[in-house]
């Protein structure tokens, strides 16, 4: 167990710490750094344990607690890398393992405060409070947040003084720092070193964290009548305004409420301090503090109502999952301030101090778990969804094969492939068939826009000088956002059996309407002739732009089809009898 010995200065853990961010940092960037090597799980997994265990244990290390420090920074950084390993790089991530890192992150976060406080416990303490008394955790909570912040802080500062060096030495022609300063390797080794010093030299320095603390909850907590009062006129307006401008307005009105409970918690916590004489004595900011405590409980439940109602009008996704599980932590606390704000009114804070300890190892054993692979979201969304689509709750057109695919995991892929095997129509098929083409999220995106914008063609296509069937590829050439995907209206001049087309569209409503000339080339009609690239031209002059008048005139005229393609004569440059450059009058 550590002393108050323990905690006195000691300079040898300022340069060990230099050492340590230093080789981590080099380390970090070879095993992430992809230039020379495929960097795989494996290596992404390395690299963030090496990070992860190099904080934790630049954190939590104490004079003769070498060990016990070193086996936590080790399991901490198992528990952050194997996220990773699992899952594979951000690359590889589907919707759910972005948020499997962060509940690791948040698992680390709260473990570190509670394990120092366990090993600085007294000896013979009865019972888990008494181990883990709240000022004591309080306290290792807000110095390490206060310490990262600073220790990020010193970085940049020894980025910025070294950038100003290199300039300094280039004046009189030494370049060495400069050149340095362009490598990724020196930058990665740089930051890690200024990072650990940064973080040994803080440490050192226990009053000045102290006072900073200080004064940061003291910031804090002045804040807390503004948000409460805010607070507290937004829940007293709904019973006039409804919740329907909850659901209409946006869709985020659950994350805005979450961050909302969470930025309401931190200025409670900063209020009511770690223990009866840290109470902030102006009765304005523990009236504040009251009135956030007694907002959490109304926030709380229209955050679930918001959830529920998406996941019952658009079933299960991993996201909404996330959403369920951050709603019912958010709604823990705010039962939990809410009981005691009403059992003992102005004697309300020591039952919230005792409610979060309980809380803090809740939130730190549920982060643990959804940080593992134990529980799938994607599973359970891909069910859900494949019912949906199967009992006709969702049609086959408006269903987000691209979420299914993209953001489901491999258990999405898995469900993609059995529609497309034995899917219960022929449009489901079809559908999950063309999804496993797809490569990526964005190309996803253009094929629902020019599926959609191919549907709703011949509804918006004018075809002269007659009505005529166009070839499928000729209608999905169309269909491009860069055609007749984005306009209301278009006039498409074409023949049957002709090799080429003009696509006149007005990409906007003040824009001049656009001539789009398109050619058959080898079954396939785009925007070349050949290998020359045909320009796309307005329908007026080039060099002039027409008044108000003239627009309406050749708007008019389109709308009527006095529309005709002649044969005109050109000249153009030859070199050495070979064309060159585009023709001209």
């Not at 990773?84 to 698992?107: E, S, V």
């Not at 409804?242 to 930025?263: C, E, F, K, Q």
């Not at 569209?505 to 785009?526: E, K, S």
Request: charged share 20%.
């Amino acid at each position: 167990m550590a002393t108050q010995a323990d905690h006195q200065d000691w300079p040898a853990r300022s340069w060990l710490l230099f050492l340590l961010g230093g080789a981590a940092g080099l380390l970090v960037h070879w095993l992430g750094d992809t230039a020379g090597a495929q960097a795989d799980s494996l290596r992404l997994a390395m690299a963030t344990f090496i990070g992860v265990a190099a904080t934790v244990f630049g954190f939590t290390l104490e004079r003769r607690e070498e060990v016990s420090t070193i086996i936590f920074a080790l399991v901490a950084g198992i528990v952050v890398a194997s996220v990773i390993y699992w899952n594979g790089g951000p690359d590889d991530w589907d919707a759910a393992n972005g948020w499997r890192l962060l509940c690791a992150a948040i698992a680390v976060a709260i473990a570190a405060p509670l394990f120092q406080v366990w090993r600085e416990r007294p000896a013979g303490a009865p019972g888990w409070r008494a181990a883990f008394p709240y000022p004591a955790v309080h306290d290792r909570a807000w110095t390490n947040i206060v310490l990262w912040c600073l220790a990020w802080a010193f970085a940049g500062v020894v980025m910025l003084l070294a950038l100003l060096l290199s300039e300094l030495f280039q004046l009189i022609g030494i370049g060495l720092l400069k050149d340095a300063l362009r490598e990724d390797w020196f930058i990665a080794g740089l930051l890690g070193a200024s990072l650990g010093a940064g973080v040994g030299l803080l440490r050192d320095r226990d009053p000045m964290l102290a006072l900073l603390q200080r004064v940061a909850m003291t910031v804090l907590s002045v804040l807390a009548p503004i948000l409460g009062a805010a607070l507290l006129l937004f829940v007293l307006a709904l019973p006039f305004t409804g919740l329907a401008p909850l659901w209409d307005a946006t869709r985020s009105t659950t994350p805005i409420l979450l961050s909302t409970i969470v930025a309401a918690i931190l200025l409670i916590n900063a209020v009511i301090g770690d223990s009866a004489g840290d109470e902030a004595k102006l009765p304005a900011l523990r009236w504040g503090a009251m009135a956030l405590s007694a907002t959490l409980l109304p926030l709380a439940v229209i955050a679930a109502v918001s959830t529920g109602l998406r996941i019952d009008q658009y079933g299960l996704t991993p996201d909404r999952l996330w959403a369920v599980v951050f709603t019912a932590i958010a709604m823990g606390f705010a039962i939990a301030y809410a009981v005691a704000l009403v059992r003992r009114r102005m004697e309300w804070a020591g039952p919230v101090r005792r409610a979060n300890l309980v809380l803090v190892f809740v939130l730190c054993l549920l982060a643990f778990a959804l940080s593992t692979p134990l529980l799938s979201f994607g599973a359970l969304s891909a069910r859900d969804q494949v019912a949906r689509l199967n009992d006709g709750r969702t049609r086959p057109e408006t269903f987000d094969w691209a979420a299914l695919w993209f953001d489901f995991g491999p258990a999405g892929k898995r469900a993609v492939r059995d529609l497309a095997a034995s899917g219960n129509s022929a449009e489901v098929r079809k559908r999950a068939r063309e999804i496993q083409q797809v490569k990526n999220r964005w190309d996803a995106v253009n094929l629902d826009q020019r599926r959609m914008a191919a549907e709703t063609l011949d509804r918006r296509l004018t075809i002269l000088p007659e009505k005529v069937a166009l070839p499928e590829d000729l209608k999905v050439r169309l269909s491009g956002s860069d055609m007749c995907g984005s306009s209301e209206a278009c006039v498409l001049l074409y023949r049957p059996g002709e090799n080429s087309a003009v696509l006149i569209n007005t990409p906007c409503q003040n824009c001049d309407p656009m001539i789009r000339p398109v050619y058959a080339v080898q079954g396939r009609w785009q925007e070349r002739q050949g290998m020359m690239p045909v320009a796309v031209s307005p329908v007026t002059a080039p060099g002039r732009y027409p008044n108000e008048t003239e627009r309406r005139t050749v708007a008019e005229a389109i709308r009527q089809g006095k529309l005709e393609i002649r044969p005109v004569e050109r000249r153009q440059l030859f070199i050495d009898g070979k064309p060159a450059g585009q023709p001209f009058e």
